[in-house]
C-alpha cells in the first residue's frame, strides 16, 4: 500500500501481481491550484504546471492503483470531476479519543485562564502561516476592541519570520515548538482554524473538538467534517462574521460548555480509529 501520492510512481510495475491500495489523503492538485491564485504571476504559472502535473498523476494512480482513498466524500467528488472514480474510496480521519481527551488534565487550569484564543499546526506551513496572519491582523483587533482582555496563542513548530512578527501585536503569542499540544488546547477558551485554504479534514479540528473545546472555523477548514453549525462548531468564513461569532461565544460560558460537550460527542461518534479501522479492513479483505 502506497501512503502518499509522491510514493506511487514505481509501485503499478514493481508488483504488478499483487493488490495495490493507495491512499491520497486529499486532491493535492486543487491545493496548488488554490496556491497559484494568490501567487506573482510567474509563480502562479509555475504553481499551476505542478497543479496540472499533480492532477495527471492523479489520474494515473487511479487507473493504475487497485483501490484508492481520499479522507473524505467532498475530496472524492473533486477527484470525480476529472476521473472515474468507482474504485475510490472517502475514509475519513479519525482522532485518538483517549489521549486527545480531558481525562488526566489538570481542571484548575481553566478557571484561572484569561480569555484565550488557540490556533494550532505546523507554523511553517504557508496555509498555517497565512491563516495566523490573516487572523492576528484582520479579526483579533475586532475582538479586543470589544474583550480587551483576549489573548491569542500561535502554537506549532517552526514559525515562519511573517508568523513570530506576529508577536510585536499586543495579547498575541506564538510559542514555537510545544512539548504536548493537548496542554495549549485544554486551556484555550476557544480554538480558532482560520485556514483560507485547506483540504481535506483538518486534524487540528477534530483534535480541539475532542478535547471538548469550541471551535471557530473557516468553511474550508470544517468542510468534511460534517459536524453541525452552531452546535459542534461554528463556520465563519469573513472577518466580521468570525470576530463576532468569537465575541459572543466568549460571552457566554454556558453555551461554550456546551459546544465544547457536543464536539467530543461528535467526534467519539464518527471519527474514532476502532470505527474507521474496521471499514478499512473490510475495504481490504473485499479487495484482495
Not at 227 to 237: H, N, R, S, T
Not at 248 to 275: C, F, I, K
Request: proline share 5%; hydrophobic share 40%; charged share 25%.
Amino acid at each position: 500500500m502506497a501512503d502518499y501520492v509522491f510514493r506511487s510512481r514505481h509501485w503499478p510495475e514493481r508488483f504488478h501481481h499483487v493488490t495495490l491500495l493507495d491512499d491520497l489523503i486529499d486532491v493535492d492538485s486543487e491545493k496548488w491550484l488554490q496556491y497559484a491564485e494568490k501567487k506573482t504571476p510567474l509563480m502562479r504559472w509555475l504553481y499551476r504546471r505542478e497543479g496540472r502535473l499533480l492532477r495527471t498523476f492523479e489520474q494515473r494512480i487511479v487507473h493504475e492503483f487497485d483501490r484508492v482513498f481520499l479522507v473524505s466524500e467532498e475530496e472524492k467528488n473533486v477527484l470525480g470531476e476529472h476521473v472515474n472514480v468507482d474504485k475510490v474510496e472517502a475514509l475519513s480521519n479519525g482522532v485518538d479519543l483517549d489521549y486527545f481527551s480531558l481525562c488526566g488534565v489538570d481542571q484548575q487550569r481553566f478557571s484561572t485562564e484569561p480569555c484565550k484564543l488557540v490556533f494550532s499546526g505546523a507554523m511553517d506551513y504557508w496555509p498555517n502561516v497565512e491563516g495566523a496572519v490573516w487572523f492576528a491582523e484582520k479579526i483579533f483587533p475586532l475582538i479586543r476592541q470589544q474583550v480587551p482582555e483576549v489573548s491569542f496563542c500561535i502554537a506549532g513548530r517552526n514559525p515562519t519570520p511573517a508568523v513570530r512578527a506576529l508577536e510585536k501585536i499586543p495579547g498575541i503569542d506564538v510559542t514555537g515548538t510545544v512539548p504536548d499540544m493537548r496542554d495549549h488546547l485544554a486551556t484555550a477558551t476557544i480554538c480558532v482554524v482560520p485556514l483560507l485554504i485547506a483540504r481535506g479534514i483538518q486534524n487540528k479540528v477534530l483534535e480541539a473538538m475532542a478535547m471538548e473545546r469550541p471551535v471557530v472555523a473557516t468553511r474550508g477548514a470544517a468542510t468534511g467534517t460534517h459536524a453541525v453549525d452552531g452546535e459542534e462548531l461554528i463556520v465563519a468564513d469573513d472577518e466580521a462574521t468570525m470576530a463576532a461569532a468569537i465575541i459572543d461565544l466568549l460571552d457566554d460560558e454556558p453555551r461554550r460548555r456546551e459546544m465544547g460537550t457536543n464536539a467530543r460527542a461528535y467526534v467519539e461518534r464518527q471519527h474514532s480509529w476502532a470505527s474507521h479501522l474496521q471499514q478499512l479492513n473490510g475495504i481490504i479483505e473485499e479487495s484482495a
